[in-house]
């Protein structure tokens, strides 16, 4: 059965850094295009970033410059490195298979002093 977990998800304060891990099942490619996104209470789920198969990534504004997406090399496995965390990133960071429409069951990042 295909499937992805997330993990690295807890609390922080306002400034610190988290790293967020996405490991799919053998079944997925290894060069997978996969992604994260976030949804917080009563907003809708949003994409954070994504890396494609060839190895490009994409960001929305938000995480531009503060958060990084990268793979593993010998599985299918994503991570999403997420520095200078302020109180409006908490949410509950979802990994997404887009060409197969997966979904993991979240991992919840709060922030708060």
């Known amino acids: 059965q295909v499937s992805v977990t997330e993990s690295g998800g807890g609390l922080v304060q306002p400034g610190g850094s988290l790293r967020l891990a996405c490991e799919g099942s053998?079944?997925?490619?290894?060069?997978?295009?996969m992604a994260w996104y976030r949804q917080a209470p009563g907003k809708e789920r949003e994409l954070v970033a994504a890396?494609?198969?060839?190895?490009?990534?994409n960001y929305a504004d938000f995480a531009k410059g503060r958060f990084s997406i990268s793979r593993a090399k010998t599985k299918a496995a994503v991570y999403l490195q997420m520095n200078s965390l302020k109180p409006e990133d908490a949410a509950v960071y979802y990994c997404?298979?887009?060409?197969?429409?997966?979904w993991g069951q979240g991992t919840q990042v709060t922030v708060s002093s």
């Open positions: 997404h298979v887009p060409r197969i429409g997966l």
């Open positions: 053998r079944m997925l490619a290894i060069r997978e295009t």
């Open positions: 890396i494609i198969s060839n190895g490009e990534t």
